[in-house]
């Protein structure tokens, strides 16, 4: 077939163009050959030439050819829109699926209470047609995880939050920053703790740790081997003795960094009050000693109540908001004392666990270490607060109240056990 195409004459500016792009590491491969076409053929190489040079076939060169003609150096480099394969998955299909990812299994009589790519990839299969959707009757499970990554939409994990149950949280919050601020202002600027003015105030913050499980080894543990890839680390027995659990009550004076722990077995009112207890006969007569902690019933029973009235003006009590354990700072010694001994430790019974966690604590307190609170107190101004009236607000006026001393919790009901057929027989 003979060349039939007329003469190319490219302008400066368009030949610079070409040779710029050419330039480029970044240019397609397409728009490469395309420019390499459009410059040999202005200099007048023929069709065949050019295919030759570039091994391309000779009708990939007239076309490049024919749509320069037809609509100048854009139109030869760049393809028309709508060109190439049509998208099988339409938009409806995918917002149906998507919409399908945001219904749990359960709201179409599924045991699961999520979706996983499989059981997702079946219940779409099944439902495409039915609803509309024919092309999805046997669309992938890559495919459906495509469309919900593009989406953002992840169906198969779980994120937890903490609702704000509390409609006080933030005038709650704020009270306990307030009682932060004034212990910050008992150190001076190298931290050393200034002397009281007035009556003294001792500041805790005290939490309790429930169901800290006694477990023990079937076997003792080997110790590792140097110079070994398996015995690298200590090894043992998978298997274990329970012993049963204990709950450990502590506090830390934010003033001293002082550490005060009370291990039972119980975590009831009446070891809440063993715990105030001690720390009446800890602090000098006359101190008031302030409490920082959660609204845990403990804290407020009768029990705890009837402690308090006979300890008029010696305590105060502080309470966290709702879901607010986040600011007790005892909730981080906590941490620390997992971290560092709890985890993964092993006895031969409760009372060595006790004794153990005792231990923890007299290391910690031969060097204490004060606990400060440093998130938001700047925006906290003591001169503008009524330190009396806030803490007023946020003890329980209920368990201090000297009027109702005397009401008693409703008594249980109580069930006789049911007789066995055995007993009855």
């Known amino acids: 077939m003979p060349n039939t195409v007329k003469v190319l004459k490219l302008t400066t500016d368009e030949k610079n163009s070409l040779e710029c792009l050419l330039r480029c ?49 854009d139109n030869a480099l760049n393809d028309c829109k ?50 509309g959707h024919p092309r999805l009757e046997h669309v992938s499970e890559f495919s459906l995880r495509k469309i919900l990554a593009n989406a953002k939409i992840r169906p198969f994990k779980v994120t937890y939050y903490c609702e704000k149950r509390d409609p006080d949280f933030d005038s709650k919050m704020h009270n306990v920053l307030v009682i932060y601020k004034q212990v910050s202002l008992q150190f001076d600027k190298d931290g050393n703790l ?132 986040w600011l007790n700072l005892v909730e981080g010694f906590f941490s620390k004392l997992t971290k560092q001994m709890l985890q993964g430790i092993r006895v031969a019974s409760k009372e060595e666990l006790s004794e153990r966690i005792y231990k923890y604590f007299d290391e910690i307190n031969q060097i204490p270490i004060p606990y400060h609170w440093s998130y938001n107190l700047d925006s906290i101004d003591l001169a503008t607060e009524d330190i009396d009236q806030i803490v007023y607000k946020v ?16 008594k249980p009901i109580k069930r006789s056990p049911k007789k066995s057929a055995k007993t009855e027989n």
């Not at 043992?236 to 003033?255: F, K, P, Q, V």
């Not at 720390?279 to 019933?297: C, F, M, T, V």
């Open 82 to 131: 709508g060109k190439g394969r049509k998208q099988e998955i339409s938009d409806d299909d995918i917002t149906w699926v998507v919409n399908k990812a945001c219904q749990k299994p359960l709201d179409y009589g599924f045991s699961a209470e999520f979706w996983y790519p499989a059981s997702f990839t079946r219940f779409i299969q099944s439902i495409a047609v039915k609803e």
């Open 194 to 325: 200034l002397p009281f003015e007035g009556t003294p105030v001792h500041t805790l913050s005290y939490d309790e740790k429930p169901g800290i499980q006694a477990i023990g080894s079937t076997t003792p543990d080997l110790p590792p081997i140097s110079n070994t890839e398996k015995g690298s680390s200590y090894m043992r027995d998978y298997e274990y003795i329970r012993y049963g659990t204990i709950s450990l009550l502590a506090a830390i004076d934010l003033l001293t960094g002082e550490a005060i722990p009370l291990v039972s077995d119980t975590h009831k009112s009446s070891d809440f009050v063993e715990f105030l207890t001690r720390l009446d006969a800890k602090y000098p007569e006359g101190d008031k000693i302030r409490l920082i902690l959660d609204n845990h019933s403990a804290h407020t029973s009768q029990e705890t109540q009837r402690y308090l009235n006979n300890h008029l003006g010696r305590f105060e009590f502080v309470f966290t908001p709702t879901h607010g354990f």
């Open 395 to 410: 003890v329980n006026a209920k368990a201090a109240s000297e009027e109702l001393s005397c009401k008693r919790a409703p």
């Open 25 to 73: 590491p970044t240019t397609e491969a397409r728009k490469y050959i395309r420019a390499k076409i459009l410059l040999l053929k202005s200099d007048s190489y023929t069709n065949e030439a050019i295919a030759d040079k570039l091994d391309i076939t000779v009708p990939t060169v007239r076309l490049c050819l024919q749509k320069y003609f037809a609509g100048g150096i």
